[in-house]
């Protein structure tokens, strides 16, 4: 009998959204994701991760994104590499942004951004000392 560890790994992100082309669309146009098509879904390609949406409409019943904090999943985390320029690129996009850019400890900066249907996610720059 084996007592190694598993591997696991963080395969994918699945979003529910009244337009998936338009969601698609704002994480390549907003974060530079790739979007890939196929007969099953849309999904976008960004930093390793996969992020499917899936269609879905005020007749299948759902609620609206929660407002934080609450219980449970709260947001998206992505690391980035100078977070103000990239900042200040997203502002000049429209990205509307929840929290501005701050430091909340030595060599963490963070800012939050408003994605498509409400989803929260976080930007997050650290020092090379802090990874």
Same mark, same amino acid.
């Given at each position: 009998m084996s007592t190694s560890t598993p591997q696991i790994v963080l395969d994918h #992100?699945? /979003?529910?959204? &009244?337009?998936? &082309?338009a969601s698609a669309k704002w994480f390549a146009d *907003?974060?530079?994701a790739e979007v890939v098509t196929s007969p099953i879904r849309i999904e976008a390609k960004l930093g390793g991760l996969? #992020?499917?949406? @899936?269609? #879905? *409409? @005020? &007749?299948? &019943? #759902?609620g609206a994104a929660p407002t934080s904090p609450h219980k449970g999943y709260d947001h998206l985390a992505f690391a980035v590499k100078d977070l103000d320029a990239l900042a200040a690129d997203m502002k *000049?996009? +429209?990205v509307v942004f929840t929290r501005e850019p701050l430091t909340i400890r030595p060599g963490v900066r963070i800012c939050f951004i408003e994605g498509p249907d +409400? /989803?929260?996610i976080e930007l997050? @720059?650290?020092d090379a000392k802090y990874t």
């Open positions: #992100v699945h /979003i529910y959204t &009244a337009n998936p &082309a *907003s974060l530079g996969r #992020v499917f949406f @899936e269609q #879905v *409409s @005020e &007749a299948d &019943a #759902v *000049s996009k +429209g +409400g /989803i929260s997050l @720059e650290r």
